[in-house]
């Protein structure tokens, strides 16, 4: 069992920056998978990134490509996401999810994570 808790969301003028933060509980963090979704008003939740337990792989939505970059601190329990050059069309609560997996491979679905955040408000204005 592992509780996840997101923060640093917020309002931000289009193309400025926001770093999210999701700690989570328990000794067994290095064992998860970490992904970062997200979900706008009236749309399903998508996948954002995604990184390795070891922190060494990641991977991205084309949509946040270039722009967005995850990482964790394994010491610290927290896994990131830098988000530069926001655009409005990312306004969403974004959510950190933690996938237990004995193979350790990196998933973009949400059926595929096993806990969830509760989620942190991001705003991009035009």
């Known amino acids: 069992q592992v509780q996840l808790v997101e923060s640093g969301g917020g309002l931000v003028q289009a193309g400025g920056s926001l770093r999210l933060s999701c700690e989570a509980s328990?000794?067994?963090?290095?064992?998860?998978?970490m992904g970062w979704f997200r979900q706008a008003p009236g749309k399903d939740r998508e996948f954002v990134a995604a990184v390795s337990r070891s922190g060494g792989s990641t991977y991205y939505a084309d949509s946040v490509k270039g722009r967005f970059t995850i990482s964790r601190d394994n010491a610290k329990n927290t896994v990131y996401l830098q988000m530069n050059s926001l655009k409005p069309e990312d306004t969403a609560v974004y959510y950190c999810?933690?996938?237990?997996?004995?193979?350790?491979?990196?998933?973009?679905?949400?059926?595929?994570?096993?806990?969830w955040g509760q989620g942190t408000q991001v705003t991009a204005s035009s």
């Open positions: 328990g000794r067994t963090f290095s064992s998860y998978v």
């Open positions: 999810a933690a996938r237990s997996s004995r193979v350790g491979a990196i998933a973009t679905r949400t059926y595929e994570y096993d806990y």
